[in-house]
Every structure is written in structure tokens, then in C-alpha cells.
């Protein structure tokens, strides 16, 4: 079988028969990809504990004619021994690693903005460097434009007219001017609008500045903005406290 080796985050794992497990990753060079680890549920595996989500791994990988089978993994990062004490940064993290999963939409297919967008945000999560919130929210608005769903908080997304604008709105893709504004539209506060931009741009000295309350608002907003992007939203995202 021919070889690979690649870098990557473990997004999920899942059983398989006695003793294996099939692991997500999501790679720097081959973008998501599911690979079988034989013998990791074992008590006496050398590697179960490298293949935990939230780890960032170096991984010899051979490619099977259906599943790809992991054969050599070292610890580049271990994200999940600093998050994994820490429930409002694992939730956080959680829903983190289910949106690069689900953004992926096919294997193989190299996703490296998503990759490096992922390893940036879990090492900021495990270094504390923000708030959970914060990073998660920065994150989430970040990895969807780089999947093609880029928000506009700034200029009008029908017309283009520069802002800034009252109306919002997650299905037309962000802010709305007067005119074209459409019912149903959300009229948040100027400040959570902005706020909004300083996540999206990751502008730090803005969103620190921020008072709680529009930073709250502004989660409601990129809550509301994956869930009418992502098929089904994101189960995650419901164990984050807000
Ligand atoms: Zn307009």
C-alpha cells in the first residue's frame, strides 16, 4: 500500500469491530480524511492516547483500497489535555471541530485555510489568550468565509452600498441597507454590528473593548448565521452556555 504522512487534528473517532476505531482528521495537505486505528481501544496500545479529538498529530498513513489505515502517529500538540479540564473551552472546542468536519463537505479534497484557521483557533482556546466565546465566535465566522459564505457586516450584501447599515439578516448573508432591506430582518444594536466586523476581521483590541452585552448579541447573530448555513446547524453549538 502507498505511504503518506501528513499533519493533522483529530476531529472525531468512532468504534470499529473488537479493538479499532475509525479516526476523522482533518490534514493539513489532504484536507479531511478517515482512517482506521488498529488495536487503539486495547489497553496495551502504545497510540490510543495520541488519536483523541483535539490533538494535533504527525501521522504515516497507508491507503487502503476503501478506508486509509493510520500507521504511525506522534504528538505534535496535545490541544485536548488543555481543554479537556476546562468545560466552557471543550464545549467551545467541540463545536469547533464539528464545524471543520462538516465545512469539509468531501474527503481529500485539501482544505489548508481551514487547517491552519482550526490549529490557530485551538491553540489560542488552550492558551487562553480570549475568551472562549470570543474565540469560538471569531472562529465560526472565520472558517465560513473561507468556505465561500463570507458575511458582509459593513457594506449592503444586495447592493453593495457602504454602510453602516440597521437591517441584518443570516439567509441574505448579512447586513441590508433601507432599501433593500427584507422582513423578518434583525435590527441589533450599531455596536454589535461592529463588533460583528472585529470578529470576522479578527481585530482583538475591538472585540476586548466590547461591552457583554453586544458581544452576547453578536453570538445570537453567528448562531443564528451557521444554522441557516450548515444543514441541520451544529449539535455542538447547543452545549456552549451563552
Ligand atoms: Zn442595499
Known amino acids: 500500500m502507498p505511504l503518506y504522512r501528513d499533519e493533522a487534528i483529530v476531529l472525531r473517532t468512532h468504534k470499529l469491530g473488537e479493538a479499532d476505531r475509525i479516526i476523522t482528521l482533518l490534514t493539513r495537505h489532504h484536507g479531511r480524511v478517515r482512517a482506521v486505528a488498529r488495536g487503539v481501544r486495547r489497553t496495551s496500545s502504545r497510540w490510543g492516547s495520541r488519536l483523541e479529538p483535539f490533538t494535533h498529530v504527525d501521522l504515516m498513513i497507508a491507503e487502503g483500497r476503501t478506508l486509509d489505515v493510520i500507521t504511525q502517529a506522534d504528538t505534535l500538540t496535545p490541544f485536548h489535555g488543555d481543554l479537556g479540564n476546562d468545560y466552557e473551552r471543550y464545549t467551545a472546542g467541540t463545536a469547533m471541530l464539528e464545524t471543520a468536519e462538516r465545512l469539509a463537505t468531501e474527503d481529500k479534497q485539501p482544505a489548508l485555510q481551514q487547517f491552519l484557521l482550526l490549529v490557530g483557533g485551538l491553540r489560542a482556546m488552550a492558551s487562553r489568550q480570549h475568551t472562549a466565546g470570543q474565540i469560538l465566535d471569531s472562529y465560526l465566522l472565520r472558517s465560513m468565509a473561507v468556505a465561500g459564505y463570507a458575511p458582509s457586516f459593513d457594506h449592503c450584501t444586495r447592493c453593495g452600498e457602504p454602510g453602516p447599515h440597521r437591517w441584518l439578516n443570516p439567509s441574505a448573508g448579512g447586513v441590508l441597507c433601507s432599501d433593500c432591506r427584507l422582513p423578518g430582518s434583525a435590527t441589533p444594536a450599531a455596536e454589535t454590528i461592529a463588533v ?44 456552549v452556555e451563552r
Request: glycine content about 10%.
Open 196 to 239: 460583528l466586523g472585529a470578529l470576522l476581521a479578527g481585530d482583538w483590541p475591538a472585540v476586548e473593548a466590547a461591552e457583554p452585552r453586544h458581544l452576547k448579541e453578536a453570538s445570537g447573530v453567528v448562531a443564528a448565521y451557521v444554522a441557516w448555513h450548515l444543514e441541520r446547524g451544529l449539535r455542538s453549538l447547543a452545549y
